[in-house]
């Protein structure tokens, strides 16, 4: 794959695809006959060339460095995504697919193809062709806003360029190697503290000067308000509106008929089972952490607020446990993260990694040709582009830049993804030190790349990650646990200095405050997705934003931020989460299950994952998450090895 260079290349791979595509549209309503070859073939021949012209043109907008490329590359996006909309809503299309379903050759499809007959018509009913023409149209119309809108706030949040300006002084608390990584201010002197995480996250973590923690979290979850609020605000409307064209009670309704929930008030009673136990343990944790605070600052009534939680929590850990983040992440240098990662998913699912030298968007991203251990057959390969830079996407994610499919002639399609992070630079004869958090969140990742790469899907509909959006999260759960285990981090934690292995009593102590705070950093989770049921979920239309907001908020148990606005920043909620986050914690609940057959049989037993990348990581979505898991655990799914980590139980 050749990725976009210049703008013009993005626009000319776009008008491409969307030639080609519109190409083969043409072909599927005019054939005369119908049947799967001439209807539904062309859609997944469709759906390959759309999804390779995001991973080569449109992805370029999340990475590249050149401004004028990215703005190209969003424009891009924006179009391909307006092309799919338009797509769905095609009255002939809808014609031609329903008289293909009423044919005997469509009644006698199996597996993949009767799936994707399914699929599609579900889809082109969720676009209105079974309601009246003028609410069709209103339908369409809300659908296209709703994509203009997912660019622009994408686009504001990547834009944003705001940062805190501090001296060395200010910088008390902060590791020397934090200090040299951060960009030089425009006094002599002082330093900038960007928005970025690797350098909000361990200024909240290690900065004695509260005041200094208050002002860069004001700023960090301000990030694009002005721009974004009202962005968010016109979405929730316009989901609300075409929940009520549907005959939904609410947006949440209408998007929960593709999940694993399938009604907002199977969430609501996931919600309502988890919060009270958290809510008692999360008093006692910011009970404890506030005691410390009123210590600190001689007064009796502080109050732990969100800019403090951070700070606390790392001081708990570091003396209580001997935990200290900055000398853990000496024993995690990138490199060998890397190597002992490749090394155990090697071993548990049957692969070999092989750098691969090629073209890619940028000097910092290596690339990986991925191989089956056993028969050395290449499966496909996977990018990484893992330090930040202005302009870049700024969390963390899983991109599948070329789908795995079946093509005409019986051979498979290598499938190509990437994983785009933010992890703190090499500096120096230094080292990227990775915290521990980051090298949870690497395997995470790593985990959606495998279960995009290891595909054997033979239609791009249900290729790698497509599965149902709330089991899509548990494929990526279900690796942090190896991060944790010290059997595990024994072969590869090693000091980037004098190569000593991470001490034992580290390990242990690593271990025993994985728990400390978990249930307040649970109750965190559940506030933004408790938001987003707020905001989309039944009575949204009677809750202001703010309101929303503010009582998401009260679940974390920590003072609102007042004048901040997080939201404004939550791009899952114009990406693809809406009425969709609580999956992280409901997908965390089938990851730890999973988890607890490997605890079971061994943490790294070549068979158990062996049976794992058969029954979940190569099935991808061509069939239902919950038949996934049945057949891999051997019995319905249980929430008992999630609530016992909690410890809740």
Same mark, same amino acid.
């Given at each position: 794959?050749?990725?976009?260079?210049?703008?013009?290349?993005?626009?000319?791979?776009?008008?491409?695809?969307?030639?080609?595509?519109?190409?083969?549209?043409?072909?599927?309503?005019?054939?005369?006959?119908?049947?799967?070859?001439?209807?539904?073939?062309?859609?997944?021949?469709?759906?390959?060339?759309?999804?390779?012209?995001?991973?080569?043109?449109?992805?370029?907008?999340?990475?590249?460095?050149?401004?004028?490329?990215?703005?190209?590359?969003?424009?891009?996006?924006?179009?391909?995504?307006?092309?799919?909309?338009?797509?769905?809503?095609?009255?002939?299309?809808?014609?031609?697919?329903?008289?293909?379903?009423?044919?005997?050759?469509?009644?006698?499809?199996?597996?993949?193809?009767?799936?994707?007959?399914?699929?599609?018509?579900?889809?082109?009913?969720?676009?209105?062709?079974?309601?009246?023409?003028?609410?069709?149209?209103?339908?369409?119309?809300?659908?296209?806003?709703?994509?203009?809108?997912?660019?622009?706030?994408?686009?504001?949040?990547?834009?944003?360029?705001?940062?805190?300006?501090?001296?060395?002084?200010?910088?008390?608390?902060?590791?020397?190697?934090?200090?040299?990584?951060?960009?030089?201010?425009?006094?002599?002197?002082?330093?900038? /503290?960007?928005?970025? @995480?690797?350098?909000?996250? !361990?200024? #909240?973590?290690? %900065?004695? +000067? *509260?005041?200094?923690? $208050?002002?860069?979290?004001?700023?960090?979850?301000?990030?694009?308000?002005?721009?974004?609020?009202?962005?968010?605000?016109?979405?929730?409307?316009?989901?609300?509106?075409?929940?009520?064209?549907?005959?939904?009670?609410?947006?949440?309704?209408?998007?929960?008929?593709?999940?694993?929930?399938?009604?907002?008030?199977? /969430?609501?009673?996931? @919600?309502?089972?988890?919060? !009270?136990? #958290?809510?008692? %343990?999360? +008093? *006692?944790?910011?009970? $404890?952490?506030?005691?410390?605070?009123?210590?600190?600052?001689?007064?009796?009534?502080?109050?732990?607020?969100?800019?403090?939680?951070?700070?606390?929590?790392?001081?708990?850990?570091?003396?209580?446990?001997?935990?200290?983040?900055?000398?853990?992440?000496?024993?995690?240098?990138?490199?060998?993260?890397?190597?002992?990662?490749?090394?155990?998913?090697?071993?548990?699912?049957?692969?070999?990694?092989?750098?691969?030298?090629?073209?890619?968007?940028?000097?910092?991203?290596?690339?990986?040709?991925?191989?089956?251990?056993?028969?050395?057959?290449?499966?496909?390969h996977f990018h990484m582009d893992l330090f930040p830079r202005e302009g870049k996407y700024s969390h963390a994610a899983a991109f599948t830049l070329i789908p795995g499919r079946r093509l005409p002639d019986g051979s498979y399609q290598k499938p190509m993804s990437a994983i785009v992070a933010n992890?703190?630079?090499?500096?120096?004869?230094?080292?990227?030190?990775?915290?521990?958090?980051?090298?949870?969140?690497?395997?995470?990742?790593?985990?959606?790349?495998?279960?995009?790469?290891?595909?054997?899907?033979?239609?791009?509909?249900?290729?790698?990650?497509?599965?149902?959006?709330?089991?899509?999260?548990?494929?990526?759960?279900i690796m942090e646990h190896w991060t944790w285990r010290p059997e595990v981090l024994a072969t590869f934690a090693r000091h980037y200095e004098t190569g000593e292995p991470i001490p034992e009593s580290l390990v242990e102590a690593m271990v025993e405050a994985r728990n400390l705070n978990i249930a307040?950093?649970?109750?965190?989770?559940?506030?933004?997705?408790?938001?987003?049921?707020?905001?989309?979920?039944?009575?949204?239309?009677?809750?202001?934003?703010?309101?929303?907001?503010?009582?998401?908020?009260?679940?974390?148990?920590?003072?609102?931020?007042?004048?901040?606005?997080?939201?404004?920043?939550?791009?899952?909620?114009?990406?693809?989460?809406?009425?969709?986050?609580?999956?992280?914690?409901?997908?965390?609940?089938?990851?730890?299950?999973?988890?607890?057959?490997?605890?079971?049989?061994?943490?790294?037993?070549?068979?158990?994952?062996?049976?794992?990348?058969?029954?979940?990581?190569?099935?991808?979505?061509?069939?239902?998450?919950?038949?996934?898991?049945?057949?891999?655990?051997?019995?319905?799914?249980?929430?008992?090895?999630?609530?016992?980590?909690?410890?809740?139980?």
């Amino acid at each position: 794959m050749r990725f976009a260079s210049s703008a013009e290349e993005v626009n000319r791979i776009t008008d491409d695809a969307i030639t080609e595509a519109d190409e083969l549209v043409d072909r599927l309503v005019s054939a005369t006959e119908r049947s799967w070859e001439t209807t539904l073939a062309p859609l997944d021949e469709i759906s390959d060339r759309i999804e390779r012209a995001f991973g080569s043109g449109a992805f370029m907008g999340y990475v590249h460095e050149d401004e004028d490329v990215r703005n190209a590359a969003r424009v891009a996006e924006a179009r391909i995504q307006q092309w799919a909309v338009d797509l769905v809503f095609r009255e002939d299309l809808y014609q031609a697919v329903s008289e293909f379903a009423s044919t005997g050759s469509a009644g006698s499809l199996s597996s993949e193809r009767a799936r994707l007959l399914e699929f599609t018509l579900r889809d082109l009913r969720r676009a209105g062709h079974e309601l009246p023409p003028e609410v069709r149209q209103e339908v369409r119309e809300l659908t296209s806003r709703l994509v203009q809108l997912g660019v622009e706030f994408e686009q504001n949040i990547a834009e944003q360029k705001d940062h805190l300006i501090v001296t060395r002084e200010d910088l008390d608390g902060l590791p020397e190697s934090y200090i040299q990584n951060l960009a030089p201010g425009d006094e002599e002197g002082t330093f900038k /503290v960007s928005m970025a @995480y690797p350098d909000v996250i !361990p200024f #909240l973590e290690n %900065a004695r +000067r *509260r005041d200094l923690r $208050e002002q860069l979290s004001f700023k960090f979850n301000t990030r694009a308000a002005e721009k974004n609020k009202p962005i968010l605000e016109e979405a929730v409307r316009i989901r609300a509106r075409i929940a009520e064209l549907f005959g939904h009670p609410s947006w949440a309704h209408y998007q929960l008929e593709e999940r694993m929930a399938k009604d907002p008030d199977a /969430v609501q009673r996931f @919600y309502d089972e988890l919060l !009270p136990p #958290l809510t008692e %343990a999360g +008093r *006692r944790e910011i009970a $404890e952490m506030e005691a410390m605070l009123r210590e600190d600052t001689g007064d009796p009534q502080a109050r732990l607020e969100v800019w403090d939680w951070r700070y606390y929590h790392t001081r708990l850990r570091r003396e209580r446990h001997g935990v200290d983040p900055n000398e853990v992440a000496e024993y995690f240098p990138l490199e060998q993260v890397l190597d002992g990662m490749f090394a155990i998913t090697g071993e548990v699912f049957g692969l070999e990694y092989r750098p691969a030298d090629v073209a890619t968007w940028h000097p910092d991203v290596r690339t990986y040709a991925v191989h089956d251990k056993e028969s050395k057959e290449l499966i496909g390969h996977f990018h990484m582009d893992l330090f930040p830079r202005e302009g870049k996407y700024s969390h963390a994610a899983a991109f599948t830049l070329i789908p795995g499919r079946r093509l005409p002639d019986g051979s498979y399609q290598k499938p190509m993804s990437a994983i785009v992070a933010n992890f703190t630079k090499p500096s120096g004869d230094r080292p990227s030190l990775l915290q521990h958090q980051e090298v949870e969140t690497l395997f995470h990742e790593f985990g959606h790349v495998l279960h995009q790469v290891l595909t054997k899907a033979e239609l791009v509909r249900f290729s790698g990650s497509s599965t149902e959006r709330d089991f899509v999260e548990a494929p990526s759960q279900i690796m942090e646990h190896w991060t944790w285990r010290p059997e595990v981090l024994a072969t590869f934690a090693r000091h980037y200095e004098t190569g000593e292995p991470i001490p034992e009593s580290l390990v242990e102590a690593m271990v025993e405050a994985r728990n400390l705070n978990i249930a307040l950093q649970t109750l965190r989770q559940a506030q933004f997705g408790i938001f987003d049921l707020l905001i989309h979920g039944p009575g949204a239309a009677t809750i202001d934003i703010e309101e929303a907001n503010r009582r998401a908020t009260e679940v974390s148990l920590l003072p609102f931020h007042e004048g901040t606005f997080f939201p404004a920043s939550f791009g899952h909620m114009l990406g693809g989460y809406d009425a969709g986050y609580y999956g992280y914690l409901w997908s965390e609940v089938y990851g730890d299950d999973m988890f607890s057959r490997f605890e079971a049989e061994g943490v790294t037993n070549p068979k158990v994952g062996a049976e794992y990348r058969r029954i979940v990581l190569e099935s991808g979505g061509s069939r239902d998450g919950m038949d996934l898991l049945v057949e891999f655990l051997g019995r319905q799914p249980s929430n008992e090895a999630f609530l016992r980590k909690l410890g809740i139980a």
